[in-house]
């Protein structure tokens, strides 16, 4: 069975740091692309970032580009967020999801950026 | 990376057919077959409905299929059923190599 449980979030004040966290099973887990996507309280969804299998290609939203780095360990069958500067706009729960087409989903990890 | 237009709401009886669009201009959803359409139920994770403009992956009904137009997909929930309510999301791939989502569109079963 596929599982995708993110961790890693919490309150943070304005302009701190924070890492998430998504372990993955039940697949193959280097041989797809990653994604993390947000989604806002009460908004819809944004895609934040991917990364390929290797971790060679990686894009971002222009909203993080430059704060927010995405990478994963393949032996540990792990992705990773970590973002940089948050703003109170970063404030949304974070959801892996595995490949391109985002077939599976984790539950998400609510992140807080607040003073 | 403007997000891509979709209705905020459609509603139908059940056992109707609804259809919820998703525009964007020809470096997102008219440049590419890598549309995507998601559902979500209130507090749940987004579920893939449809994949590359119409592809359904195994355990989706068959009453949701997708198409695309020009710039404008489509998702087509036919057979309406009152678990079907819930928000729906479209993305694409750009030509920036990114995604992008739409705004999302609820849908009431009256």
């Known amino acids: 069975e596929v599982q995708l449980v993110e961790s890693g979030g919490g309150l943070v004040q304005p302009g701190g740091s924070l890492r998430l966290s998504c372990a993955a099973s039940?697949?193959?887990?280097?041989?797809?692309?990653m994604s993390w996507v947000r989604q806002a309280p009460g908004k819809g969804l944004e895609w934040v970032a991917n990364?390929?299998?290797?971790?060679?290609?990686?894009y971002y939203v222009d909203s993080v580009k430059g704060r927010f780095t995405i990478s994963r360990d393949n032996a540990k069958n792990s992705l990773y967020l970590q973002m940089n500067s948050l703003r109170a706009e970063d404030t949304a729960v974070y959801y892996c999801?595995?490949?391109?087409?985002?077939?599976?989903w984790g539950q998400g990890t609510l992140v807080t950026v607040s003073s | 990376q403007s997000a891509l237009t979709q209705p905020a709401s459609v509603s139908g009886s059940p056992g109707q057919s609804i259809t919820i669009s998703c525009t964007g201009t020809?470096?997102?959803?008219?440049?590419?077959?890598?549309v995507s359409w998601y559902q979500q139920h209130p507090g749940k994770a987004p579920k893939l409905m449809i994949y590359d403009v119409s592809k359904r992956p195994s355990g989706v009904s068959n009453r949701f299929s997708g198409s695309k137009s020009g710039n404008t997909a489509s998702l087509t929930i036919s057979g309406l059923q009152a678990e079907d309510e819930a928000d729906y999301y479209c993305?694409?791939?750009?030509?920036?190599?990114?995604?992008?989502f739409g705004g999302g569109t609820k849908l009431t079963v009256l």
């Open positions: 999801a595995r490949g391109l087409q985002r077939d599976y």
């Open positions: 993305s694409s791939y750009t030509s920036s190599s990114t995604w992008v």
């Open positions: 039940g697949f193959t887990f280097s041989s797809y692309w």
């Open positions: 990364i390929k299998q290797d971790g060679s290609e990686k």
């Open positions: 020809s470096s997102d959803v008219g440049g590419y077959n890598y």
